[in-house]
């Protein structure tokens, strides 16, 4: 009985190693290629629970939907000698799975030699075109002809490429430091220059300014000088009038301005009253 029981357990286990070995699933995004020793004998590309013969066929998956590469960016020359760094993007699908399956087999090789594709294609593009034309509308059609030059190369692998682009193309660093040092020498250099010339505008402001002031001080006391000499003669002539009508009262008012200009409170003197300059002390103008 136990004989039976072993036996039957046996029985069961190999055959669900059978049916395990017998079946597999092949997912929605995935397509399958059924390998006999190796070789392929049928391509599966609808999803679902399939069989194959267990031990002797083998079964490889490849992912069936748009897939990207992002290879390292490559420095390119350009027809006008122009070193670039160009990082480019692009978009593929595995559309002939047997194609794929003999030519690269796994999708890690199929990266790399598509990234090859791409970075050959890209040099050979770019080296017909000048940097002036990588920045102008002629961009598009320079992207048509790389895309174009790797799709044509990666059917040879059973890729289709979407699309190709390129992201980033920028100026080698040693190349791009090389400008921006000579760029700010240029700066310098005009910030100088610009220095220079606001200096000497400035100098010849101040001349212009210094000139102008002296000739206006000077013409003003000129004015000054001549209203002073009109004044003066016109009191000149005041006093004389007055001296005419009145010589005595004109003698005592000169007196008044005589003592008032020469005494103050804090002034003591001790002189005898006599002479000219006290004619007027303790004398009353009649």
């Not at 397509?31 to 190796?38: D, E, R, Y």
């Not at 420095?75 to 559309?95: A, G, H, N, P, W």
Request: glycine content about 4%; overall charge positive.
């Amino acid at each position: 009985m136990k004989k039976n029981l072993h036996i039957i357990l046996i029985s069961a286990a190999i055959a669900l190693v059978i049916a395990i070995q017998s079946l597999y699933v092949v997912q929605q995004p995935e397509q399958a290629i059924v390998l006999q020793f190796g070789e392929p004998v049928r391509l599966v590309q609808e999803p679902g629970l399939k069989f194959k013969i267990p031990f002797i066929q083998k079964v490889v998956f490849y992912d069936k939907r748009l897939l990207n590469l992002e290879p390292p960016a490559q420095e390119v020359v350009l027809k006008d000698k122009k070193r670039l760094d160009v990082d480019t993007f692009s978009r593929y699908k595995i559309v002939e799975p047997l194609t794929f399956y003999k030519t690269v087999r796994f999708e890690y090789q199929a990266q790399n030699r598509l990234q090859e594709i791409v970075n050959s294609s890209a040099r050979n593009v770019l080296a017909t075109v000048t940097l002036k034309e990588l920045l102008s509308e002629k961009r598009t059609e320079i992207m048509h002809r790389i895309s174009e030059a790797v799709k044509s190369d990666a059917k040879q692998i059973g890729v289709e490429v979407a699309d190709v682009r390129i992201r980033r193309a920028d100026l080698p660093i040693q190349v791009s430091q090389a400008i921006n040092d000579r760029m700010k020498t240029e700066r310098i250099r005009e910030a100088k220059g610009y220095r220079a010339d606001g200096e000497k505008t400035a100098q010849e402001i101040r001349a212009t300014a210094d000139k102008q002031a002296t000739i206006t001080v000077a013409t003003a006391e000129k004015e000054a000088q001549q209203i002073k000499g009109e004044g003066d003669k016109k009191a000149t002539e005041i006093w004389n009038k007055a001296i005419n009508i009145d010589p005595e009262f004109y003698s005592f008012y000169r007196s008044l301005e005589a003592y008032r200009n020469s005494f103050n409170d804090e002034t003591s003197m001790v002189l005898a009253p006599e002479g000219e300059f006290f004619d007027f002390f303790g004398k009353s103008l009649k």
